[in-house]
């Protein structure tokens, strides 16, 4: 039994949904213009993380947006095999409200909080 309704569910779907279609629509309009000097800074870009064909086409998208990108996916995945909502750190279900301020979220609060303290991204 899941807490999420069916209702719930598509309709997190439907936000992760247009969160990855707006990222890659932003990242292709990036790719397309020539004149687009924030990537030459190189900062922000590391090339070594973008290792797979799924996003070969977008090799220029910065870091934090295929960080999401992946969240987006790994989101939609775990909704295929019926595990999203669950936090990876102690089981508990994570409520829709918190889901749907944050639809990428795999933690509840508490355990998020325990990792923040100990992150220093
Ligand atoms: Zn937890």
């Known amino acids: 039994m899941h807490h999420l309704t069916p209702e719930q569910i598509a309709e ?14 932003q990242a292709e309009e990036q790719i397309r213009d020539p004149s687009d000097v924030t990537f030459q800074g190189g900062d922000e870009i590391d090339r070594a993380n973008i290792e ?3 996003y070969i086409n977008l090799q220029r998208i910065r870091t934090r947006e295929l960080k999401l990108l992946r969240k987006i996916d790994y989101a939609l995945m775990k909704m295929e095999n019926e595990t999203y909502g669950i936090c990876e750190g102690c089981g508990v279900f994570i409520p829709f409200e918190r889901l749907k301020a ?13 990792e923040e303290e100990g992150e220093n991204e």
């Open 12 to 25: 997190l779907r439907e936000d992760l949904l247009r969160m990855r279609n707006r990222l890659i629509k």
């Open 52 to 54: 797979t064909g799924r």
């Open 102 to 114: 944050r639809p990428v979220t795999t933690m509840c609060i508490n355990c998020k909080e325990l």
